[in-house]
DNA sequence: CTGTTAGCGCATTCAG
DNA sequence: CTGAATGCGCTAACAG
């Protein structure tokens, strides 16, 4: 007799979720449900022809570990929680790469949520995340740390990547925005320029903010002013740069060199100038020189003459990773967060003919 | 006396994580765990004067709930297992966005994996994925179904996106591979081409196989044969397809346009074409008509005469994860797979001057 | 409306 | 070397 939900019985309790359990798996081996928990954890303190046992057992009934009933018990959840300002953005996607290749590394996964610059969403997403009892965070902060407290965080380590937030003093990885930006547009000043635009996105943005400050600083270490009516900032993506370079090629004056603070502003700039010279006949465009932060694809065969910040976003990410699991190791222990300042080359490229 | 840790007396039994759990909770609020539990979960069936006395003790205890013991006991876990073959290709981070989208607004998080094109990498991460209990899949499969067996899959549903198992019958995304490649190829043909070469990546993936089959299909569909020796693939990135491009354009009998499989391919075309005009002059060159399959930043900037099969990866995403939360909430409960396929449309771009 | 009991699946005690 | 008891944090199921 082997009758379970046949008769009118009990209603014979289903279990959970229906996949075999250790117990399940201790029954068909003959041994208790600890043997084969440590079986599980690699077998120590078994006797091999016992462990074989359960070995065959487990294949039989084809068990496989609860992670989330571990991790109630073990308080390692094996999960790290990531929030991005924007997963399609292809810098982010390198660099949520980068995150992942070293946490699969270290045997751990990546939860990953979109805060689309928003900060009310991405404390949501942290709030959920150390809901689900992640071992550490990465993020790619949207602004202010109001969110962010110590109470809300817990002991869970934190780190930054490509933006820092003024106030919260953890590991972050950063850009040599500054760096960067003033190499840059020092080249610019020494080949003879001396009416930059520059094209950036908002300056709320941290990067943004650090990239102008490169701008000002090369225009002051040089002694040449910054023409104001030049700069403009708060295009987020490529159709308002183009157009706000249009506009800019239409001044009286225009300038003769602009410096695009990250991708999309320098594809707008080349945008611009190429829907213009196909109209008006290139004759009717000034000669402009380009330089841009980041560099893109077929940025090599840009039909106006470009130069570009480059830097590894992929890194970027390792870098976050490791430094977060440095600390989860307890490789790590200074409270103070620390800084790294990521570096960047620059790259010239030819114009055709 | 309020001494602890600090005399010999019982370890003081550390709980767990050191976070308050709801029994915590329900003793400041001088109420029972369940009264807490309900309170958690809507408040339903509870006294507004109690639910207030709880409310106000989980903002004091700075309680949050544990979701991995929530799901423990409701068989709920809350995630979605994502493997992606390249995180970092821009083409899969809008796909995961589309997901991300669709999953967030059902209340779901996605643990993203990359399988790096490498069956085994992927049938560990799934396997991993089950073991935290995920809810579904969605992949994009690196191959067959050798691995993804009902035993492993258990009930969990699972959706395919971009890329198709032959053997496996469950909810699958895919782009109109075939119609987009034969509608390209036929306008090629009847532009007058009847040397049109194809560039294309490992017919071992799918959609490189339909690819092709779309382009072959035109040929027979026009009555023009395929010449074969200028049918190229297994280029999976943009230098490897380069190379194959400038070989192409060193044959006694060049090609006079070009079918370019994929993004890379296509992006190698042009990098070829451009590299021999700027080395070798612009008319040592002959003119290639150019059609790739997958649009790209820039595109219409091409130095090449190009046009492009574009379709929408974002959609792709949502698609595949409607399609799961459909079974999930029972909305769709047939057993047989679903195919759908995704529309693509042309778009030509104006050669400059 | 509220509380008590019990157990999700696992692994850390502690006895044998 | 092995097993029994216990509880991680939470919530169904059942009383009251």
Known sequence: MDERASTGGKPARVRGSGRP????VAKKAQVSPMTVSRVLSGGINVRPEMRERVERAIVETGYRRNQNARSLRNQQSGLIGVTITNIANPYY????????EVAAAHSRRILVGNSNEDTALEAQLVGDFLGR?????ILVPTGNAEHLT?????????????RAIDGLDVDTVLIDDVGGASAATRQLLDEGHTRIAFLGNQVSVFTGRRRLKGFRQAHAERGIPVVEELVRVGQQDVSSAETVM????QLPEPPTAVFGANNRNTIGAIRAIERMRR?????AVPDIRLFGFDSFELADLSPV????VSHDPRELGR???TMLFERLDGDYVEAAGRLVELPVELHHYDLPR
Chains 1, 2 share one sequence.
């Open 319 to 321: 870098q976050a990773a």
């Open 93 to 100: 996607a390198e660099m949520q790469r980068g995150i992942e």
């Open 150 to 162: 110590p109470e809300l965080l817990g002991d869970a380590p934190i780190a930054l990547a490509s």
């Open 133 to 137: 009892q992640v071992e550490g965070l």
């Open 246 to 249: 249009s506009e800019l090629l």
């Open 279 to 283: 109209s008006a006949g290139p004759e």
């Open 21 to 24: 359990t250790v117990v399940d």
């Open 305 to 308: 003459r470009l130069s570009v």
